[in-house]
């Protein structure tokens, strides 16, 4: 999710940077602001927040009966 959220800001920093306007904030919707917003957003979903539960916490697949592929 945080991924979706830097990818976002990151085009809306393009977008802010190819019409080449500030929306009349210049310092709340700059082109930097934007992309350090982005590269936080990005080194948090690296750092594993917001990922949803861990592999080792019972999320998987459960076969009851038998299972696929073994005839």
Do not use: H
């Not at 917003?37 to 750092?47: C, D, E, H, Q, V």
Request: glycine share 16%; charged share 15%.
């Amino acid at each position: 999710m945080l991924a979706v959220a830097a990818a976002i800001v990151f085009g809306f920093a393009l977008l802010l940077d190819l019409f080449d306007t500030d929306l009349n904030a210049p310092d709340l919707f700059n082109w930097n602001t934007l992309v350090l917003i982005g590269l936080t957003l990005l080194a948090l979903y690296f750092a594993g927040v917001g990922s949803g539960p861990r592999a080792g916490t019972g999320s998987g697949r459960r076969f009851y009966g038998r299972r696929p592929g073994r005839g």
